[in-house]
């Protein structure tokens, strides 16, 4: 599967973002999509992940009642909703999808595709 996000920009803190990241292929909805990030200097962390039906979501501390992932299956997309953006969500998003499992994974290495990134910047 082929992923391209996007969606990135320029914001003020307090301010509201949605990514969306696209999918290739007919069979997006048999993946667990996720978000990650990457701030310069720090290493590619998850943000957000939601299983294949779009049902259950999980989401890092550092995000949680600020953002919100969803997926439409219909359109092969999944989209991350990015609410009171503080300087320190500054980063690179990169979408990524978890093939044959079902559960939700939260490391680097659960996830099997990754999209190129794209850039937040949050101004304070």
């Known amino acids: 599967v082929q992923l391209q996000a996007s969606g990135g920009g320029l914001v003020q803190a307090g301010g509201s973002l949605r990514l969306s990241c696209a999918a290739s292929?007919?069979?997006?909805?048999?993946?667990?999509m996720g978000w990650f990030r990457q701030a310069p200097g720090k290493e590619r962390e998850f943000v957000a992940a939601?299983?294949?039906?779009?049902?259950?979501?999980y989401y890092a501390d550092s995000v949680k009642g600020r953002f919100t992932i969803s997926r439409d299956n219909a359109k092969n997309t999944v989209y991350l909703q990015m609410n009171s953006l503080k300087p320190e969500d500054t980063a690179v998003y990169y979408c990524?999808?978890?093939?044959?499992?079902?559960?939700?994974?939260?490391?680097?290495?659960?996830?099997?595709?990754w999209g190129q990134g794209t850039q937040v910047t949050v101004s304070s």
């Open positions: 990524a999808a978890r093939r044959w499992e079902a559960t939700i994974g939260t490391t680097l290495t659960e996830y099997d595709y």
């Open positions: 292929g007919r069979t997006f909805s048999t993946y667990v």
């Open positions: 939601t299983s294949r039906s779009g049902i259950t979501t």
